[in-house]
Structures are given as C-alpha cells and as structure tokens.
C-alpha cells in the first residue's frame, strides 16, 4: 500500500505574544504555578485582523512554496481546527481560494481537536487512495485565544494560537501507518447548547491528564507494532503540546529516549490541532528534520479522542 511522506512544512504565528507575566497581571496564577504544572511560558494570541484562517493561509503559503510544487499539483486540501472564524465557508475552502488551489479537487475541515492534524493527514491519505492524485496540503490551525474566558485561571493559561501546514506526497513503499480513536466526553468543552453558541473552553484538567498519559503512551506502541517498528527505529517522536509532564510520563511509561521528544510549549501552549504541524515546522526550520527520517506523530485531545502515525520525512522536490 501507499503512504504519506513528508515533503515540506510552513507556518505562521500571530504577532501578540503573551507571557505568563501578561497573565499573572491577567488572574491570580503565577509563572512558577504555569511553568511547573505545563512548562509553559509564553504563548502567541491573534491581533483583531488575524483569525484560524488567516493564519493557516499564510502557512500553507510557505509550505507550497518549500515544496517546489505548484497549486495545481495539489488533490486535496484538509484543514484541522476547532476554531474556524466561520462554520461555512470552511477554513480550507478559504485556503483554496487564497491559494488558488483548483477546484475540481477536495477542501475540508476535521475537527478533532487536538488530535486533529492525525486525523486530518489519514483523511488526506484516504482522498488521495479514493480519488486519486498526489500531493495533499494538510493543515492545523486554531485561534483559541477566541474561545477562552480570560477570566478563568483553569483554561486561560494553557491555549495559544498559530498555525503549521504541511505538503504530503502519497508514495510507493513508504511505510505509512496510522491509528485513530475517539470517546466521547464532555471533559473538555467548547460551545453550545447551540453549535453556533460561543461558550468558552472548560475543562476537567485532572480528567484530561489521566486520560493523556494513558491514551499517549498506547497510540505510540500501537504504531510501533503495527509498523514492526521499535522505539530504535524511530528518529523523532513528535507529541501534542499540551503539557511537559504528560509528555514525561509518556517517555518514562516506554522507557524512551527523551531527546527524540520534540518540545516547544515553552512558546507556543497548547495550540490544539496546529500543535503537531507548528512543531514539525520548526524542526524542519532549524534543520533538525533530515530526509529519510522516521517519525511517529501522536496526539489526543477532546472529543475525547486520539491519534498516532508513522511516517517519513523525504524533504522538497
Ligand atoms: N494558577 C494558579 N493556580 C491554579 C491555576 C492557575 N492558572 N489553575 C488552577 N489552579 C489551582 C487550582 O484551583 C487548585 O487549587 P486548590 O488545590 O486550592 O483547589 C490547584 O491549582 C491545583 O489544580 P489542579 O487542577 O489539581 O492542577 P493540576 O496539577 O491537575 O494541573 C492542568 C492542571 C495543568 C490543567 C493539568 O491537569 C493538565 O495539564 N491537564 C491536561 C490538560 C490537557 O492536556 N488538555 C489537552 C486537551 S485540550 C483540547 O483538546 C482543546
């Protein structure tokens, strides 16, 4: 069978940057408090003219461009997030246009949460297989900081904004393996009654953590088996960013190598679905991802749900 491999990256974060200091002045929470329950310390908030949208345009902008491909190269459009600016026109119809990308193929939105670029590339795999073509942009994007109450200390300090992309190639031979689940909770909720109400996050923390550093530690070894892989074979362990201490608890649970788990919450919080993709794109900015490299890729979030993959890194055309 054929599987995805990573071509290219791009991303784009809002120009507002907000400390745990901004915070503290904000509600009663401190940078010791942040710093040691996340490890977070900064995050990135949009300004009134930036949106989901508008950054995942200027992501997928770059990561076109690093591909060498053209916009009409690409069969399918898949954008992860849970905040779109609008339910309909999509994030990825927007991107479509901006791009110019051609309209005889896909564009849509997953809403995963957090797991949501894991969804999204195993749609992206799906369309390609179904209808055929090569190349898929598939983003994640979120503007959280619209879906937050600022006065609540529980929620308000962990989510920022931003926006990663990425240019997948559907290829022969390319060891492509993905596992995808879901539960559904209200452990972490955002909107309704209505599915139009703007309700803001909420969230039964201690809930979310139990179920992370279980749920994580399993969608690894699951990938591994399934791929006949072993943690040896792996070069980068790219994880949701929602917190430090759950990716620990991953790595202790495995026995693993903490140097192949990539963090950046330190800077960004947790940016739901644009997380795994923001990552991938700073690593492969400051030259960490090299062509041929394995990578597994896992996330989970509310829904609740979850999400791991198995793929490689081929670098641009
Ligand atoms: N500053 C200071 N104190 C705080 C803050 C804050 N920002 N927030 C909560 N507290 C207080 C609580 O009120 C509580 O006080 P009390 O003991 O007097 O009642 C105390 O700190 C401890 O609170 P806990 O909730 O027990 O803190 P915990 O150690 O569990 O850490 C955290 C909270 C960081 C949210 C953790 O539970 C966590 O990371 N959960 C997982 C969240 C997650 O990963 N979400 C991802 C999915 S999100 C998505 O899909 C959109």
Same mark, same amino acid.
């Given at each position: 069978m054929k599987g995805l491999q990573l071509l290219a990256t791009g991303g784009a974060l809002p120009g507002r940057v907000v400390t745990n200091e901004d915070l503290r002045r904000q509600v009663d929470t401190s940078d010791e408090w942040i710093t040691t329950r996340t490890g977070i310390r900064? &995050?990135?908030?949009? %300004?009134?003219? =930036?949106? +989901?949208?508008? /950054?995942?345009? %200027?992501? +997928? &902008?770059?990561?076109?461009?690093? #591909?060498? /491909? $053209?916009?009409?190269?690409?069969?399918?459009?898949v954008v992860a997030t849970l905040s779109s600016p609008t339910a309909t026109p999509s994030v990825a119809c927007r991107v479509q246009a901006a791009l110019g990308l051609p309209e005889n193929r896909p564009a849509l939105d997953v809403n995963a949460a957090c797991s949501g670029f894991i969804y999204a590339a195993a749609t992206a795999h799906g369309l390609l297989t179904t209808l055929g073509g090569r190349y898929a942009l598939v983003i994640g994007c979120e503007a959280l900081s619209r879906m937050m109450d600022p006065t609540d200390r529980t929620t308000c300090v962990l989510f920022g904004d931003g926006a990663g992309a990425a240019i997948f190639e559907l290829a022969e031979n390319t060891p492509f393996v993905v596992t995808l689940g879901a539960r559904g909770s209200e452990a972490i909720r955002a909107g309704g009654p209505a599915a139009c109400d703007t309700a803001p996050i909420t969230m039964d923390g201690k809930a979310v953590f139990r179920f992370a550093v =279980? +749920?994580?530690?399993?969608?690894?070894? $699951?990938? /591994?088996?399934? #791929?006949?892989?072993?943690? +040896?074979?792996?070069?980068?362990v790219v994880c949701h960013q929602a917190n430090s201490r759950i990716i620990d608890h991953c790595i202790k649970h495995l026995h693993a190598e903490p140097p192949k788990f990539y963090k950046n919450m330190n800077r960004h919080g947790n940016t739901s679905a644009a997380s795994i993709p923001i990552a991938l794109h700073e690593m492969e900015e400051s030259g960490l991802l090299r062509p041929g490299q394995t990578l597994a890729c896992i996330g989970f979030g509310g829904g609740l749900t979850w999400g791991g993959m198995l793929l490689t890194y081929e670098g641009r055309k």
């Open positions: 900064q &995050r990135y908030y949009c %300004a009134e003219n =930036e949106d +989901a949208a508008t /950054l995942a345009i %200027a992501a +997928a &902008r770059q990561a076109l461009a690093r #591909s060498g /491909l $053209t916009a009409a190269d690409i069969a399918c459009c =279980e +749920a994580m530690p399993r969608c690894l070894q $699951t990938v /591994l088996d399934r #791929s006949q892989k072993t943690q +040896a074979d792996l070069d980068w």
